[in-house]
Nanobody
Framework: QVQLVESGGGLVQAGGSLRLSCAAS????????MGWYRQAPGKQRELVAV???????NYADSVKGRFTISRDNAKNTVYLQMNSLKPEDTAVYYC??????????????WGQGTQVTVSS
């Protein structure tokens, strides 16, 4: 089992920045990709950014050039640096981790979520 603990959410004005962090603990071996999702009121949860164990990254088109995902394998922590924030970025942000437990079988873990609110 893997436990994910998030921090860094808050209230910021448009154009400002926030940095989210997510620390993994427990049976953290064989962690593959880690990522961030978000869910705005009345909308479905969507992928924001993902980073593989080797460091390759992918981003949603809406955040490209503004958000940066990174990970510190020694600390088992993933970060999301959010710059040039817009009101439409307002959502609950969730950390995700994927773990390969057996060949061809993967488990998915989620953090508790942290609120990000961007005012205009």
């Amino acid at each position: 089992q893997v436990q994910l603990v998030e921090s860094g959410g808050g209230l910021v004005q448009a154009g400002g920045s926030l940095r989210l962090s997510c620390a993994a603990s427990g049976k953290i071996f064989s962690i593959n990709a880690m990522g961030w999702y978000r869910q705005a009121p009345g909308k479905q949860r969507e992928l924001v950014a993902v980073i593989a164990s080797g460091g390759s990254t992918n981003y949603a088109d809406s955040v490209k050039g503004r958000f940066t995902i990174s990970r510190d394998n020694a600390k088992n922590t993933v970060y999301l640096q959010m710059n040039s924030l817009k009101p439409e970025d307002t959502a609950v942000y969730y950390c995700n981790a994927d773990q390969t437990v057996v060949a061809g079988i993967m488990r998915h873990y989620w953090g508790q979520g942290t609120q990000v609110t961007v005012s205009s």
